[in-house]
């Protein structure tokens, strides 16, 4: 599982680029719609095949609908508005406040018991995100406009975490990602006819790579990524997942600095050795190597 969660985050991490070549040839809003309903179709595809589809109990329908303003329309809205009106370096700092504030929501809404040495994880995988987007920068920005809306998108981000946890004792994660990007994909397509009418006209104009690029995020990153990312929360918790959020931002900066020719500093791999260390404490992953050493069952 702690593997499969690193594989995620190099996919979530390379997606950095990509969604900035998409978004510099689409107009955001309705790109990451259609993107994100191609991910949906993706895993329902999937979930056909595997014999998991079925439809939700009405019970379940509140949570998916929330989960998918929280997890999709909410995130992915206030993600692309926020980036536009702040610098990358706040940008990515906020975003590096994910895991602690889902570790925070953990203990405050689902009674999750957080250790000292998780603690001092999620603390050490913060100052490794700081290192590593300070890199090359001199200074961190005024707070904007662009702060608070990254905020509220992180935010809304590790709701979604706790939700998906709960629900998961139900519902099958993988089925619930299909639902939440499909719903979720509606919601920001009729927000993008509102705030792009020229949305869908600016879609004629992307290549034949542009549109390489829109499927590989689409079904890697997002389909396979997200459906991944929330079978693992159901299984190892929100918390101890949510620290692994602290590798896509070396990931992204490796992807960048191949596919965009952005540079790569010394200090970045300090950044990344901090990064580690912290997803190993944080994680559990420390305690569970500990334990099958010492041949204790896990």
């Known amino acids: 599982m702690y593997l499969l969660l690193v594989l995620i985050m190099v996919a979530w991490g390379l997606n950095v680029p990509a ?8 107009m955001p809003v309705t790109m990451t719609a259609l993107r994100i309903f191609t991910a949906g179709v993706t895993v329902f595809v999937f979930l056909y095949f595997s014999k998991l589809l079925r439809l939700p109990a009405k019970t379940e329908i509140p949570f998916l609908i929330l989960g998918a303003v929280l997890n999709v329309a909410v995130h992915h809205y206030f993600l692309a508005v926020g980036l536009r009106n702040t610098t990358a370096v706040n940008g990515g700092i906020i975003l590096g406040l994910g895991p602690m504030l889902t570790a925070i929501l953990s203990i405050l ?3 999750s018991r957080f250790t000292f040495v998780k603690g001092l994880g999620f603390v050490i995988g913060f100052a490794g995100v700081l290192i590593t987007v300070m890199q090359g920068r001199t200074a961190i920005g005024e707070v904007s406009s662009g702060d608070v809306f990254v905020f509220i998108c992180i935010l809304s981000q590790a709701l979604s975490f706790i939700l998906i946890k709960k629900i998961s004792k139900t519902m099958d994660p993988r089925l619930l990602t299909g639902y939440m990007l499909v719903i979720g994909s509606f919601m920001l397509f009729i927000l993008s006819l509102i705030v792009e009418q ?3 006209k600016s879609l004629a104009a992307g290549s034949v790579s542009d549109y390489f690029v829109f499927f590989a995020s689409a079904i890697l990153a997002t389909a396979v990524g997200h459906m991944s990312y929330n079978y693992a929360i159901g299984k190892i918790g929100a918390a101890e997942s949510s620290i692994f959020m602290n590798l896509p931002p070396f990931f992204a900066l490796c992807g960048s600095a191949i596919f965009l020719g952005e540079h790569i ?9 901090f990064i580690i260390a912290g997803v190993v404490a944080g994680s559990g992953a420390y305690k569970q190597f500990r334990k099958s050493k010492s041949g204790i069952p896990l």
């Open 19 to 26: 969604t900035k070549i998409l978004v510099d040839e689409f």
């Open 109 to 111: 809404l689902l009674g």
């Open 198 to 200: 020229d949305g869908l």
């Open 265 to 273: 500093y010394p200090g970045h791999l300090i950044g990344l050795i």
